[in-house]
């Protein structure tokens, strides 16, 4: 049974930084690629980052240059550092793997980016 938990959301100013934590089980980071989604207020959710069982990362556009994904030392946990936020940044962020034809969440991680 696939289990994601996020943590790490929380107000931060313009210009500050935070990082998410997805603590992840009944996943093989060995063989699962994990990814950061994120859902604004009003608008439909977004692809941010994707980590590969690799190590092969990939960003959209509007956070490349300040978000970084990564892979815990315990390989249970995947982050997105985010640096220099935006309040366009302000949204829930999800964990997010698949496993075959079924895709899983997290409860999510509300990020607001205000001052």
């Known amino acids: 049974q696939v289990q994601l938990v996020e943590s790490g959301g929380g107000l931060v100013q313009p210009g500050g930084s935070l990082r998410l934590s997805c603590v992840a089980s009944?996943?093989?980071?060995?063989?699962?690629?994990m990814a950061w989604y994120r859902q604004a207020p009003g608008k439909q959710r977004e692809w941010v980052a994707t980590i590969t069982s690799g190590g092969v990362t990939t960003y959209t556009d509007s956070v490349k240059g300040r978000f970084t994904i990564s892979i815990g030392n315990a390989k249970n946990t995947v982050y997105l550092q985010m640096n220099s936020l935006k309040p366009g940044d302000t949204a829930v962020y999800y964990c997010?793997?698949?496993?075959?034809?079924?895709?899983?969440w997290g409860n999510g991680a509300l990020v607001t980016v205000s001052s």
């Open positions: 009944g996943v093989m980071f060995s063989s699962n690629t």
């Open positions: 997010n793997t698949k496993r075959g034809y079924d895709s899983y």
